[in-house]
């Protein structure tokens, strides 16, 4: 279970247009995750994306809009029980050399033909962080899912 009375903590939630086994892949399939990753950018950069997708494994990200400004994150999966949660140790590491390691929980409920997804991240070293991820991390993911979904449904 997750301490979500951690001031560090983010809870987020989002209903997106398909069953929970179609979301859970989009998320942890490395082909679907390149097309969703850039889906809303008109010049999408580089991406580069390996999944492993097994307890103890990893899923590695690297992006960015050149081969100067890479972000790159690697989550080591912990708990897999697809379709309904994905637990995962995330270390990510932007441009400038910082890096900051998380938790993230993600559930995924179906809710009539949509799926409603759950993230709990924890481990944020400063609220500030937190709240970055909360409102701009997530929400740009989420729309970039949700936008993926939409085109692959019809």
Not at 18 to 28: H, K, R
Not at 51 to 64: F, K, M, P, S
Not at 98 to 113: H, K, P
């Amino acid at each position: 279970m997750s301490d979500t009375t951690d001031a560090t903590a983010l809870r987020i939630t989002r209903l997106l247009p398909a069953t929970p086994d179609e979301v859970f892949d989009a998320y942890t399939d490395a082909e679907k995750q390149k097309t969703w990753f850039s889906i809303l950018e008109e010049s999408p950069g580089i991406v580069e994306i390996t999944v492993d997708l097994r307890v103890g494994g990893t899923q590695t990200a690297t992006w960015g809009p050149d081969a100067d400004t890479l972000f790159r994150e690697t989550q080591t999966f912990l708990e897999i029980d697809r379709p309904h949660r994905l637990v995962t140790e995330s270390t990510g590491s932007s441009p400038d050399g910082q890096s900051m390691t998380t938790r993230i929980e993600l559930t995924f409920e179906a809710q009539g033909d949509n799926c409603l997804v759950t993230v709990v991240q924890s481990g944020f070293p400063t609220a500030e962080m937190r709240d970055f991820f909360s409102s701009d991390v997530w929400v740009g993911a989420f729309a970039r899912i949700d936008a993926f979904l939409r085109a692959h449904h019809g």
